[in-house]
């Protein structure tokens, strides 16, 4: 994003099939994150029901999706020009 923005370096995008998913995601990164004194400058309801849920973490801001809402606002095609950085999962994934 540092190419494209003034307002942050990176953009963490993820998507959860369900709105509890999507909520236990943030949940889990805030938890995590506040172990070492890290936290968001967004306040994020553990029983949102928007479908998306941001954390601002100045430099990095971390958008959760219910994934019909993330291929409805699809970030990576408005955000297009910025450097795309895949991360692999630490947790496989089953379907």
Known sequence: M???SSFCDYFVILSGESLRQVNSFAQGIEED???TKIKSLSMVSPTDESGWVVLDYVSVVVHIFYK???EFYS???LW???KRVRVPSRIPIRK
Do not use: G, N, T
């Open 80 to 82: 297009s020009d910025a």
């Open 68 to 70: 019909p809402m993330r």
């Open 75 to 77: 970030l990576e095609r």
């Open 2 to 4: 540092q190419a494209v």
């Open 33 to 35: 994150l506040a172990k």
